[in-house]
T-cell receptor, first 112, second 113 residues
Framework: DQQVKQNSPSLSVQEGRISILNCDYTNSMFDYFLWYKKYPAEGPTFLISISSIKDKNEDGRFTVFLNKSAKHLSLHIVPSQPGDSAVYFCAAKTSGTYKYIFGTGTRLKVLA | EAGVAQSPRYKIIEKRQSVAFWCNPISGHATLYWYQQILGQGPKLLIQFQNNGVVDDSQLPKDRFSAERLKGVDSTLKIQPAKLEDSAVYLC???????????FGPGTRLLVL
């Protein structure tokens, strides 16, 4: 049972445009969400997080939106840069636990 | 600050053989995690240590997988005997405390033939 889903395995975007990566979850008890970025042959690196008490969190070019009623979160990258080309994972957990459930990842390619 | 170190980076073995992976977390990080990432899937937590104690090993196939974190610093993950379906990247991560951001190592890519 895949509790965290990233339905788009890949996405291509022109440099300078907006990249939108989506993530859906099924467990309504999840209340903390993360996005990780992964380059080839490297481990995932933390990008941005959001708690369920918020519906938006921003860090520079990266913004995460959370829609609790739809059980959906999205990561917006504006403007997209070639260095953003990587695999992006969303992850979710329930408060009081330490176990994150990861999605399957979306490969973003930013075209110069 | 040095990141999470893992070795080896790559390993090829035949089924039924044994293999061990090593992880050295970021200095001072109390919490250590081992994840398994099968191709096309997200990382799946195998085991979590808090210092040298196990917090969660509910998804560790204990009939063939074992892990230890003696002295609460570095850790080893062993598979004995390996099966074809164990082919994956094994990621180690650490965090200062259980609720804090996890920092991942580069992973060990295992291929079981």
């Amino acid at each position: 049972d895949q509790q965290v889903k990233q339905n788009s395995p890949s996405l291509s975007v022109q440099e300078g445009r907006i990249s939108i990566l989506n993530c859906d979850y099924t467990n309504s008890m999840f209340d903390y969400f993360l996005w990780y970025k992964k380059y080839p042959a490297e481990g995932p690196t933390f990008l941005i997080s959001i708690s369920s008490i918020k519906d938006k969190n921003e860090d520079g070019r990266f913004t995460v939106f959370l829609n609790k009623s739809a059980k959906h979160l999205s990561l917006h990258i504006v403007p997209s840069q070639p260095g953003d080309s990587a695999v992006y994972f969303c992850a979710a957990k329930t408060s009081g636990t330490y176990k994150y459930i990861f999605g399957t990842g979306t490969r973003l390619k930013v075209l110069a | 600050e040095a990141g999470v170190a893992q070795s080896p980076r790559y390993k090829i073995i035949e089924k039924r053989q044994s293999v061990a992976f090593w992880c050295n977390p970021i200095s001072g990080h109390a919490t250590l995690y081992w994840y398994q990432q099968i191709l096309g899937q997200g990382p799946k937590l195998l085991i979590q240590f808090q210092n040298n104690g196990v917090v969660d090993d509910s998804q560790l196939p204990k009939d063939r997988f074992s892990a230890e974190r003696l002295k609460g610093v570095d850790s080893t993950l062993k598979i004995q005997p390996a099966k074809l379906e164990d082919s994956a990247v094994y990621l180690c991560a650490s965090s200062p405390a259980a609720e804090e951001t996890q920092y991942f190592g580069p992973g060990t890519r295992l291929l079981v033939l």
